[in-house]
């Protein structure tokens, strides 16, 4: 209980959330409703933490998405993130109180169907295809993760794949096949809540590739490591627009990667020297047993295999990792991975691999039109006035309708907020009244 209560302190510290498209929302609570609300809801929330339940009112924020829920406090306080698992009930406040539905009991009867719908190229929950498993033959869920953690590695894919295998039901096997070189801190913190969360109902194992930084974190929330023969760990540094964050800030990172190897079964030991480059990580191996046991202080005994250099973060290659015990084995393809996790042979369920494609080929699109109505912008002197506003507009209009689409996307090309094109769009339109004499 106290290893939940660090986790969620450290989470709700750290988490600097992205701004997104207002919506509405759903949570499903514990008796067994569903709650059904937006973004600008002024609510009073009981939820769980640790081993007594708290309430806080204050008004949903367009951070909130269906995982989690991030709450500006009426006390004027920081904002507060609640995980989807942790809420009790939910009630709208004051004049808020008509404008949503009540919370939706659950129907008598109904029986969860052995399939879900599932996110595709588009903002997540938007439907795009239907998984049907053999319940008579094992099956795995697998979902590579690729490029940058919070734009195209996002927790949107992850929350979709693990919602098929909960579909399926209990003790289904998900691998997350990681490629990537890092991202945002703050999506990993969100995405590493979901993970533990699945864990309870799910093996989760991680397919070692080029997994860096926030990448490395999220395989350390896993089950199990399986290692590629090009793969490597490590180097989960901490940055705040490209500048090194304060120690106290460190420290905090450093104490929320212990609660996740901890809760994992790894060795908190291997938190700090993966952040910090002035620590120290060494090992050593038990001849007949084979198993690892780990130090965080020089040791001065034989057979310790120092594996931490000064000035440089740990990152871990197959022969480290396998030799000190992080990593279970190597597998360079599916059907060597299906051997290692106790499998007759590869048999993939769900929809994965399309959820990855076809969000990494949105975000391709979205940069592309981003690229080219900028280049058309700067053409637009050309145009009569009237012309140009016209052209401008419907621009603004396809961003705001990106926006919805791949709003990670947006954000990191340095696109106009919704507000703000909202505001753009507003004032053109003004405009042609004026010119139009309507004005």
């Not at 699109?365 to 052209?391: D, F, Q």
């Amino acid at each position: 209980m106290k290893k939940n209560m660090l986790f969620a302190s450290c989470l709700m510290t750290l988490l600097v959330a992205s701004t997104t498209l207002a919506a509405s929302l759903s949570y499903a609570l514990s008796n067994g409703s569903t709650w059904r609300g937006k973004t600008d809801d002024h609510v009073v929330v009981e939820y769980n933490f640790g081993a007594t339940n708290s309430t806080v009112e204050g008004v949903l924020t367009d951070k909130s998405t269906g995982d989690y829920m991030v709450l500006k406090k009426d006390d004027g306080g920081d904002e507060m993130l609640i995980h989807r698992t942790d809420i009790v009930s939910i009630a709208l406040v004051g004049d808020d109180a008509p404008a949503s539905a009540p919370a939706e009991a659950p129907k008598r009867g109904s029986e969860p169907k052995p399939a879900v719908q599932t996110t595709g190229g588009g903002a997540a929950g938007q439907p795009t295809s239907t998984p049907v498993a053999d319940a008579d033959a094992p099956g795995v869920f697998y979902l590579p993760l690729r490029e940058m953690v919070g734009l195209e590695f996002r927790p949107e894919e992850i929350s979709a794949i693990i919602a098929e295998a909960d579909a399926v039901g209990p003790g289904q096997t998900i691998v997350l096949d990681i490629e990537s070189g890092g991202g945002s801190v703050w999506e990993f913190i969100v995405l590493a809540q979901i993970i533990k969360d699945a864990k309870q109902r799910h093996q989760i194992v991680a397919w070692v590739g080029h997994a860096i930084s926030a990448a490395a974190g999220t395989a350390l929330c896993c089950d199990r490591l399986i290692w590629k023969s090009h793969g490597a760990l490590g180097a989960i540094t901490m940055h705040s627009g490209g500048q090194p964050v304060s120690d106290m800030m460190e420290e905090k990172w450093v104490t929320l990667l212990k609660s996740i190897l901890r809760e994992s079964g790894h060795s908190e030991h291997w938190a700090r020297p993966m952040v910090r480059n002035d620590s120290w990580i060494s090992y050593t191996k038990d001849s007949d047993t084979g198993d690892c046991e780990w130090y965080g202080t020089p040791q001065g005994i034989q057979g310790e295999i120092v594996l931490s250099n000064l000035g440089e973060n740990v990152v871990l290659n197959r022969e480290q990792a396998i030799d000190c015990c992080l990593a279970e084995a190597v597998a360079d393809r599916k059907e060597e991975l299906a051997v290692i996790l106790d499998l007759p042979s590869w048999n993939e369920i769900g929809t994965g691999q399309k959820m990855s494609d076809d969000w990494i080929e949105t975000c391709a699109r979205c940069e592309t039109y981003w690229r080219k109505s900028n280049a058309e912008l700067g053409r637009l002197g050309g145009y009569a006035p009237i012309v140009a506003i016209k052209k401008r507009l419907d621009i603004y209009k396809r961003w705001l309708r990106w926006w919805k689409q791949a709003p990670n996307k947006m954000g990191m090309l340095g696109a106009p907020r919704i507000q703000q094109l909202e505001r753009m769009i507003e004032e053109l339109e003004q405009q042609l009244k004026n010119m139009s004499g309507r004005g």
